[in-house]
């Protein structure tokens, strides 16, 4: 054999054994997800507080009165939802009826009314509406026959917000929801960054409150929506966004009382927008970046990484994402498009993952890219090439 022919099979069979080496040690393995998350979610304990009701106990005349009516005026401060709960405490042989008026004489009525049934002792609990601030009035009158003897009636009342708001950091006064109106509640982002919308539903159990789900919706500027959101236990009554500087809304239909609340965290974006422009990760050092609820799917967020000699490629990612299942994935896309890496792509969800090859990889440039798994994915990521 010639020795220029000998040389050839020899580069043939090196390169041919490296490409062996390199499949098999190009598998990338999940090890344990991070612990530590990029920001702490807030948690429904600091519940809005319930405005201060307005008591008062009434007594119903019977035939001995020339008027057998009670009239009982409330002063709304704001426009929104009266609540009315009223309950017969003593004396009542015939049904009693509670309306609602926005006038003294009670003949403009405001809502819809009830009957306390006749011997009841039970609490009549009934909403109205209050669409502007004023004094309305609550009548309590006789249905039919005026009985002998009187009625004692214990009246509470309370008013809650029933209008849009631009939401802050804390609480607002409750909301009263009409599954019939949906409110659309302002979201001002002033930085790019993560978002974190937290409430509930606001019900009384026995002396203590209890939180419930409650479904949302995020939307546009122009109040298009841009994914429908569940806040439960499940994800501690919160849902996190990556969010572009802007305005946005928060609608919410619901026949409950609930509360909301929006926290913001500044976040940068350190990542390139195509492989081309791929920002450079160097060993140790850590890079963030953003993936946006209004960004298409085929868009992606794109590092690259070098090792120096043939050694183990070891990546850490915390995350904060939407949802409560992995929405995120990180692919590790060798620069030589003849090296084979197996399972380089990875799901990330909250919080994050740990991503280690199992054997050594070859020296060379290795791209990373994160991208979406649904179009209503969202999230912000710290990547760390580590040491």
């Given at each position: 054999?010639?020795?220029?022919?000998?040389?050839?099979?020899s580069?043939?069979?090196?390169?041919?054994?490296?490409?062996?080496?390199v499949?098999?040690?190009?598998?990338v393995?999940?090890?344990?997800?991070?612990t530590?998350?990029?920001?702490?979610?807030?948690?429904?304990?600091d519940?809005?507080?319930?405005?201060?009701p307005?008591?008062?106990?009434?007594?119903?005349?019977?035939?001995?009165?020339?008027?057998?009516?009670?009239?009982?005026?409330?002063?709304?401060?704001?426009?929104?939802?009266?609540?009315?709960?009223?309950?017969?405490?003593?004396?009542?042989?015939?049904?009693?009826?509670?309306?609602?008026?926005?006038?003294?004489?009670?003949?403009?009525?405001?809502?819809?009314?009830?009957?306390?049934?006749?011997?009841?002792?039970?609490?009549?609990?009934?909403?109205?509406?209050?669409?502007?601030a004023?004094t309305?009035?609550?009548?309590?009158?006789?249905?039919?026959?005026?009985?002998n003897?009187?009625?004692?009636?214990?009246?509470?009342?309370?008013?809650?917000?029933?209008?849009?708001?631009?939401?802050?950091?804390?609480?607002?006064?409750?909301?009263?929801?009409?599954?019939?109106?949906?409110?659309?509640?302002?979201?001002?982002?002033?930085?790019?960054?993560?978002?974190?919308?937290?409430?509930?539903?606001y019900?009384?159990?026995?002396?203590?409150?209890?939180?419930?789900?409650?479904?949302?919706?995020?939307?546009?500027?122009?109040k298009?929506?841009?994914?429908?959101?569940?806040?439960?236990?499940?994800?501690?009554y919160?849902?996190?966004?990556?969010?572009?500087?802007?305005?946005?809304?928060?609608?919410?239909?619901?026949?409950?009382?609930?509360?909301?609340?929006?926290?913001?965290?500044?976040?940068?974006?350190?990542?390139?927008?195509?492989?081309?422009?791929a920002?450079?990760?160097?060993?140790?050092?850590?890079?963030?970046?953003?993936?946006?609820?209004?960004?298409?799917?085929?868009?992606?967020?794109?590092?690259?990484?070098?090792l120096?000699?043939?050694?183990?490629?070891?990546?850490?990612?915390?995350?904060?994402?939407?949802?409560?299942?992995?929405?995120?994935?990180?692919?590790?896309?060798?620069?030589?498009?003849?090296?084979?890496?197996?399972?380089?792509?990875?799901?990330?969800?909250?919080?994050?993952?740990?991503?280690?090859?199992?054997?050594?990889?070859?020296?060379?440039?290795?791209?990373i890219?994160?991208?979406?798994?649904?179009?209503?994915?969202?999230?912000?990521?710290?990547?760390?090439?580590?040491?």
């Amino acid at each position: 054999m010639k020795k220029s022919l000998k040389k050839v099979l020899s580069m043939v069979l090196a390169l041919a054994m490296t490409a062996g080496v390199v499949s098999g040690a190009g598998n990338v393995s999940d090890v344990k997800a991070e612990t530590a998350s990029i920001v702490n979610p807030p948690v429904v304990t600091d519940y809005a507080s319930l405005p201060t009701p307005a008591q008062a106990t009434v007594t119903l005349q019977g035939k001995s009165s020339v008027t057998p009516n009670v009239v009982v005026p409330l002063r709304v401060e704001n426009p929104g939802v009266v609540e009315v709960a009223a309950a017969v405490t003593s004396g009542a042989a015939a049904s009693i009826e509670m309306g609602f008026f926005s006038d003294q004489n009670c003949t403009a009525s405001a809502g819809v009314s009830t009957t306390m049934a006749a011997g009841s002792t039970q609490i009549v609990d009934k909403t109205f509406v209050a669409p502007t601030a004023a004094t309305y009035y609550v009548r309590f009158k006789w249905s039919s026959i005026v009985p002998n003897g009187a009625a004692t009636i214990k009246l509470v009342t309370y008013a809650y917000a029933g209008q849009e708001v631009t939401l802050k950091n804390i609480f607002q006064p409750v909301f009263i929801g009409n599954t019939g109106k949906t409110l659309y509640h302002k979201l001002v982002v002033k930085k790019s960054g993560l978002v974190a919308i937290c409430g509930n539903e606001y019900r009384e159990s026995g002396t203590s409150l209890q939180a419930a789900g409650l479904n949302i919706q995020l939307c546009n500027a122009k109040k298009k929506p841009l994914h429908n959101a569940y806040l439960s236990s499940l994800n501690t009554y919160t849902e996190k966004y990556a969010l572009k500087k802007g305005t946005y809304y928060v609608a919410v239909s619901s026949s409950q009382r609930y509360q909301l609340k929006a926290e913001s965290k500044a976040w940068k974006d350190k990542s390139g927008k195509s492989k081309k422009k791929a920002a450079t990760i160097k060993k140790g050092k850590s890079a963030d970046g953003m993936v946006m609820v209004n960004e298409g799917m085929k868009k992606g967020d794109w590092y690259k990484v070098k090792l120096t000699k043939r050694s183990k490629l070891r990546i850490n990612i915390t995350a904060a994402c939407t949802g409560v299942v992995s929405n995120l994935k990180v692919q590790i896309i060798p620069a030589n498009r003849h090296y084979t890496l197996i399972n380089s792509t990875s799901l990330i969800g909250n919080k994050g993952k740990k991503l280690a090859s199992r054997n050594k990889l070859a020296a060379g440039t290795y791209y990373i890219k994160v991208s979406k798994v649904t179009k209503s994915a969202s999230g912000v990521y710290r990547i760390k090439f580590v040491k």
